[in-house]
């Protein structure tokens, strides 16, 4: 199978620790997508790359969050000194451009539980 | 912030009936895309319709787009208990990341 893969699937954290979650996206997709997903909500949009380069981030996104895609392969999420907020569905989603469009692809997601 | 609402926000049919769900946004945007989520889990991509397009059929689906009313609708024919998942309509904006801006999903229900 060689779509977009995450890891772990679920992660259960007390608070005040760090977690890292990784996405390794469909090979040759050159945009990769970070999104948040609370109980009954659609997803929410954190960041984005294209390649290596991290170009735009939500306002969601506080100084505890970082993201990196080096060499613009797969991407690491860090969330340092975890809140009972950030319990949530983290997705991955990558993409390419085609005809003008970006048809974005999700991971499994992992699921994030604070303590 | 959210810029999709879906409606219903729940919908229980019958196997062998169709469902309609629809979708309304706020700005412009460059493409509409529709997902399947079943519970607790990633989204499956279903379709993907350019602003320019006004209808598009993949299998048992039939998507359509009014860019004049900032709506679209999503058809499943001859549903299956299969079916049965939450779906979500999401935005992509003219130029840029093309984020997606989901709305809250309707969660369909399809009886044996």
């Given at each position: ?6 890891d ?52 969601l996104?506080s ?18 000194r ?15 451009n ?12 992992t699921?994030l539980?604070?303590? | ?25 706020k ?53 299956r208990a ?31």
């Amino acid at each position: 199978d060689t779509g977009v893969s995450q890891d772990p699937r679920h992660k259960i954290t007390k608070r005040g620790q760090n977690v890292t979650f990784r996405c390794d996206p469909i090979s040759e997709h050159n945009r990769l997508y970070w999104y948040r997903q609370t109980l009954g909500q659609g997803p929410e949009f954190l960041t984005y790359f294209q390649n290596e380069a991290q170009l735009e981030k939500s306002r969601l996104l506080s100084d505890r969050f970082s993201a990196e895609r080096p060499k613009g392969s797969f991407s690491t999420l860090e969330i340092q000194r975890t809140e009972q907020g950030d319990s949530a569905m983290y997705l991955c989603a990558s993409s390419q451009n085609r005809a003008g469009a970006y048809e974005q692809y999700f991971g499994p997601g992992t699921r994030l539980t604070v303590t | 912030s959210q810029q999709g609402e879906e409606d219903p926000q729940a919908l229980s049919i019958q196997e062998g009936e169709n469902a309609t769900m629809n979708c309304s946004y706020k700005t412009s945007i460059n493409n509409l895309q529709w997902y399947r989520q079943n519970s607790g889990r990633g989204l499956v991509h279903l379709i993907l319709i350019r602003s320019n397009e006004r209808e598009k059929h993949s299998g048992r689906l039939r998507v359509t787009l009014d860019t004049s009313k900032k709506s679209s609708s999503l058809l499943i024919t001859a549903s299956r208990a299969a079916d049965t998942a939450s779906y979500f309509c999401a935005t992509a904006n003219q130029g840029g990341s093309e984020k997606l801006v989901f709305g809250k999903g309707t969660k369909l229900t399809v009886n044996p």
